[in-house]
C-alpha cells in the first residue's frame, strides 16, 4: 500500500490490528461488552433493549442533539443547524443543540438523561453503549457506501521524527483515553509492534481534542500525535492547516467513524421519528454536505449500521489493550 499523500515520509503496514483482533478473540472469547446493569440486552445484539414498560420510557418536548467534540463546537452549531431543523419537523418537537466540550460530557449527558441523540465518536461508542444505554444506528458514507478514517501518526517537518521508531525519547500527544485514534489504537501499536511503553520510552501529553493535536503539531508544540485523518482532511479543507505542514509517518487500516444514535428509553415512536429524520435528510446543498464531503471517503448520506457488527474492531482493540468499560 502506497501513502495517501506525498507529505508521507515513510510508511508502516498496519498487520497489527489483525494482530490484536486475533489474540483478543483467542484470550478473551466474543464476550465484547459489559453493559451496566441499568440496562438489559436480551437480544443479544450488544445494545441496551428499550425499556418494557412504557412508563419508562422518554417522550420530552425538547430533544437534545450533540455532535461528538472532536472540534470547536461554534463550527458545528451552524454545520448541524440545517439537519436539526430538519429532526425537528419530522419528529414534531423543538431540538436543541448541545456543544458538549469533551467526550466524559457526553457520555455523562446521555447516562443522567440529558442528552437524547447523539453522535459518538468511534472510541467512545462501547462506552456510551455499555454505560449510557446508547443505542447507535447509522453513520455517515459516501453514496456508493464506503466510510471510515484512518488513525495517523503526524509529524511536523523538522520535528527529527522520520519513522514511528523515532518517537523513542519523545513526546507524544494523544487527544483523550476514550478516544479510537487518538489514544487507543496508536497505545497498542507503540506498544506491541514498537515495544515503547507510555512514560518509559516516550512522554504522552493529552491534548483533549484532535483539534488540538493537529493544531499543536502544526504549530510545532507538539514533535509528533495520534489523529484521525478526517478530522485533519476537514481542517485542511476549512484552510485551518495546510498538508505541507505534515509528515504522516503512519497509517492504519480504516476504521468505523461516528456513530449516530439515541438513547435506548426513548419512546419508541419518537425513536423511529428519529431513524426516519436521518435517513431522510436532504444532503445536496446543506451545510453538512459543505463540511463533511470534504472527508476521503467523502461523507453523503447517512446509512444504516449495527454496532454488534460495526464496531467489532474497535471493541477487538478495546480487549487487547485491557479496556474495561466501567461506568462511573
Known amino acids: 500500500m502506497k501513502p495517501a499523500a506525498s507529505h508521507t515520509s515513510s510508511f508502516v503496514p498496519h498487520k497489527l490490528f489483525t494482530a490484536i483482533a486475533l489474540a483478543a478473540a483467542a484470550l478473551l472469547g466474543s464476550a465484547a461488552h459489559a453493559m451496566d446493569a441499568r440496562y438489559q440486552d436480551k437480544d443479544g445484539d450488544l445494545v441496551a433493549d428499550a ?78 453503549v455499555n454505560c449510557a444505554g446508547f443505542v447507535p444506528f447509522t453513520m455517515m458514507v459516501s453514496k456508493d457506501d464506503k466510510f471510515g478514517y484512518e488513525m495517523e501518526i503526524i509529524t511536523h517537518p ?109 419512546k419508541p415512536e419518537l425513536a423511529e421519528k428519529v431513524k426516519e429524520a436521518f435517513f431522510t435528510f436532504e444532503w445536496e446543498g446543506s451545510d453538512l454536505a459543505k463540511e463533511f464531503n470534504t472527508a476521503q471517503p467523502p461523507q453523503e448520506k447517512f446509512m444504516p449500521i449495527t454496532y454488534k457488527e460495526y464496531w467489532q474492531v474497535v471493541r477487538d482493540i478495546d480487549r487487547a489493550m485491557g479496556v474495561a468499560y466501567t461506568c462511573k
Open 51 to 128: 425499556p418494557t414498560d412504557s412508563k419508562e420510557w422518554v417522550d420530552p418536548s425538547t430533544l437534545v442533539f450533540a455532535y461528538t467534540p472532536v472540534e470547536d463546537p461554534a463550527v458545528y452549531a451552524k454545520v448541524w443547524d440545517g439537519f436539526i431543523q430538519h429532526m425537528s419537523k419530522v419528529t414534531g418537537k423543538k431540538v436543541q443543540f448541545f456543544p458538549v466540550q469533551s467526550n466524559a460530557a457526553q457520555l455523562e449527558a446521555m447516562r443522567a438523561g440529558r442528552l437524547h441523540v447523539a453522535g459518538f465518536n468511534t472510541g467512545s461508542n462501547p462506552l456510551a
Open 158 to 266: 523538522g520535528s527529527g521524527i522520520e519513522k514511528v521508531e523515532d518517537i523513542r525519547g519523545k513526546r507524544m500527544a494523544f487527544t483523550s483515553e476514550t478516544s479510537n485514534s487518538g489514544y487507543k489504537a496508536p497505545s497498542a501499536l507503540l506498544r506491541d509492534q514498537f515495544k515503547m511503553e507510555a512514560d518509559k520510552d516516550y512522554t504522552p501529553m493529552f491534548s483533549g481534542k484532535h483539534d488540538n493535536s493537529i493544531l499543536g503539531v502544526a504549530n510545532k508544540d507538539y514533535p509528533a500525535a495520534a489523529v484521525a485523518n478526517s478530522v485533519k482532511q476537514r481542517m485542511e479543507a476549512r484552510g485551518t492547516v495546510k498538508p505541507e505542514q505534515f509528515n504522516i509517518i503512519y497509517k492504519s487500516q480504516t476504521f468505523p467513524t461516528t456513530g449516530y444514535g439515541y438513547a435506548h428509553n426513548l
